[in-house]
């Protein structure tokens, strides 16, 4: 048993020293690289896509609050309630800060968005070549 271990061993040792450079070796472990890149950039995406529309509910919801504290801003001013009116005036003020920063954190997701999936479609065309290669 000991012996075949070894043997075993002393083969595969051998087939490394031997196969170590060649051009299929190394296609194969630059395809499995890609392939493990490929896995990463897909989960990056739905991780992306998770958080836009997260970012999206909450753009939402902030923007019906914005709305009813416009009309409730319109009531109190109307029946000249001031207190109210400012407290709520400047709630809305508060609320449109919070609509623009999300616009702009949407704004920088899409961008990294497209920019994994530039990054996904080339690997799975050097991943294509690759493999074509291989075919050739």
């Given at each position: 048993m000991c012996l075949e271990r070894f043997f075993e061993d002393l083969q595969a040792e051998?087939?490394?020293?031997?196969?170590?450079d060649r051009p299929e070796r190394l296609r194969a472990e630059n395809v499995l690289r890609l392939r493990n890149q490929t896995k990463s950039c897909e989960s990056a995406l739905v991780r992306h896509d998770l958080t836009a529309e997260e970012l999206d509910r909450r753009l939402v919801n902030l923007k019906n609050l914005e709305s009813g504290l416009s009309e409730r801003i319109e009531i109190y001013v109307h029946v000249s309630d001031k207190k109210n009116a400012w407290e709520h005036a400047l709630e809305l003020d508060r609320?449109?800060?919070?609509?623009?920063?999300?616009?702009r954190r949407t704004a920088s997701y899409?961008?990294?968005?497209?920019?994994?999936?530039?990054?996904?479609q080339g690997l799975r065309e050097e991943i294509t070549s690759l493999l074509a290669a291989r075919s050739s």
């Open positions: 051998f087939e490394e020293i031997c196969w170590r609320i449109r800060g919070e609509i623009a920063e999300l616009r899409a961008r990294i968005r497209e920019f994994e999936v530039a990054r996904l």
